[in-house]
T-cell receptor
């Protein structure tokens, strides 16, 4: 089974702090993703990466950056945390390429971030 | 600009009956359509998917229907069980990334 591990389940940070959310996957997947989940808005894509050192903006990249120095690790960085970044953050990975069932994402259990 | 819409935030169904969750999308270029299930305090888990060249895919109690002309996707669960109570997200896939709907909270009543 694919395991996607997010380093923290809960985080509380102050406005203006720099915040790092870490994600590691153990299945040698090429693709990694960061989503945030908010009530009534579903899951929205922040950033994704197809390979080491590569990154692509998702639908809501403002206020975030990412780092992918190793294939198994994908970090989300909040440069200067704000209260509107209080959310559930979900990391996911998938195999690159087409399969009969598509390329389902495998998610971690999420990090609930509160910015005060 | 919401590419994927789940118009029912919640649905309540009696145990043993059929649950039908619906999803509408706007772009005809998507390749795959997927359903995910999410329990509280856990990440979403993949449930079932369908390719754009098919109109039905079945896996046990779960069946996904795709109506391309209406740009509509539905998930049927029959019979519904208490363990099916969760939030269900539909998602559409183009290239390598997924776009999700807002989710529907399904509650199965005994």
């Amino acid at each position: 089974d694919v395991k996607v591990t997010q380093s923290s389940r809960y985080l509380v940070k102050r406005t203006g702090e720099k915040v790092f959310l870490e994600c590691v996957q153990d299945m040698d997947h090429e693709n990694m993703f960061w989503y945030r989940q908010d009530p009534g808005l579903g899951l929205r894509l922040i950033y994704f990466s197809y390979d080491v050192k590569m990154k692509e903006k998702g639908d809501i990249p403002e206020g975030y950056s990412v780092s992918r120095e190793k294939k198994e690790r994908f970090s989300l960085i909040l440069e200067s945390a704000s209260t509107n970044q209080t959310s559930m953050y979900l990391c996911a990975s998938s195999i690159f390429g087409r399969r009969p069932e598509g390329s389902p994402l495998h998610f971690g259990n999420g990090t609930r971030l509160t910015v005060t | 600009d919401q590419q994927v819409k789940q118009n029912s935030p919640s649905l309540s169904v009696q145990e043993g009956r059929i649950s039908i969750l619906n999803c509408d999308y706007t772009n005809s270029m998507f390749d795959y359509f997927l359903w995910y299930k999410k329990y509280p305090a856990e990440g979403p888990t993949f449930l079932i998917s369908i390719s754009s060249i098919k109109d039905k895919n079945e896996d046990g109690r779960f069946t996904v229907f795709l109506n391309k002309s209406a740009k509509h996707l539905s998930l049927h669960i029959v019979p519904s069980q208490p363990g099916d109570s969760a939030v269900y997200f539909c998602a559409v896939q183009g290239a390598q990334k997924l776009v999700f709907g807002q989710g529907t909270r399904l509650t199965i009543n005994p």
